[in-house]
């Protein structure tokens, strides 16, 4: 069942949502070589609670941490952990926020330091297919149109692979609401998208190939053939003309490019 919000809970998504796209900056201003993932993870916990909101994902369904941290051939749901993170990592920080009463969601991916031309391309195409599939989160398309959109550019133009087994949601008073949202897919199938509408929108692209397992620890997922992949996610809310973008980018993209020890120019 999708729950269609109200311009009043979208400003409240979008609230929710900068408190997530702050607490990543506030990661990306820090990160370097030589510190744990789990200090960035504890810097954004820490970041989120000073302004009165709630870590989405610890305790949901048992991920026993406020972010999902997966580096290199780990895809998303990755542990945050005690491994110093090195010059060429490539590390996707994954959070959510709850306040009000609302959810926010937003992902992104960080390269530490010198990375080759490769993962410098497989950042920005993932990135630009995020766009692409807002772009088509409009009034009167469907839910396949965003999934095309992404599909069409990562693996058909670039030749990367798209994770089938996890995919963008509806989210709102919920973490996980309905319609899922795939990042492969037919034009034109789909839940048709109606003003109203809160999705968030979450290419998982793999330089390699798009099979995937699952880690014993149970959540991590990560590439079958070890190679690296890259996450970007941002909240939206579908409208007419174009989408409304509830979470943005701006914070950490500054951050990122302030940080000498992060790669910006991809
Ligand atoms: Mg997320
Ligand atoms: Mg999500």
């Known amino acids: ?3 269609y919000k109200t311009e009043k809970q979208k400003e409240l998504i979008r609230e929710s949502c900068k408190i ?3 607490a990543i900056a506030e990661v990306a201003k820090v990160i370097k070589p030589g510190m744990t993932t789990m200090q960035l993870n504890d810097i954004a916990e820490k970041y989120i609670l000073s302004q009165n909101a709630i870590p989405s994902f610890k305790n949901y369904n048992g991920f026993p941490y406020a972010c999902c941290i997966s580096v290199n051939d780990a895809v ?15 590390i996707s920080v994954d959070v959510g926020a709850y306040k009000n009463g609302y959810h926010g969601d937003s992902a992104y991916t960080f390269a530490v330091g010198t990375i080759s031309e490769e993962v410098k391309k497989l950042l920005k195409v993932t990135k630009e297919s995020l766009y692409l599939g807002i772009h088509k989160a409009v009034n009167g398309n469907r839910v396949g149109d965003i999934a095309a959109a992404i599909q069409e550019f990562t693996e058909r133009q670039n030749g990367y692979g798209v994770v089938r087994e996890l995919v963008g949601h509806g989210l709102g008073s919920n973490l996980h609401e309905d319609p899922q949202v795939p990042n492969y897919g037919k034009r034109g199938t789909g839940t048709k ?4 509408l809160v999705i968030a929108i979450e290419p998982m692209v793999n330089m390699g190939t798009k099979d995937v397992y699952n880690d014993k620890d149970g959540w991590t997922i990560r590439t079958s053939d070890g190679k690296p992949a890259a996450h970007y996610e941002h909240t939206i809310y579908v409208d ?4 409304d973008i509830l979470s943005s980018f701006e914070s950490i993209e500054i ?7 992060l790669c910006s120019d991809y």
């Open 240 to 243: 007419k003309n174009k989408a």
């Open 20 to 22: 997530v796209n702050d």
């Open 193 to 196: 998208l109606k003003s109203g």
């Open 76 to 90: 998303v749901h990755g542990f945050p952990t005690d491994v110093l993170i090195k010059n060429g990592d490539v």
């Open 1 to 3: 069942m999708i729950i």
């Open 255 to 261: 951050a990122e490019k302030g940080n000498s020890y």
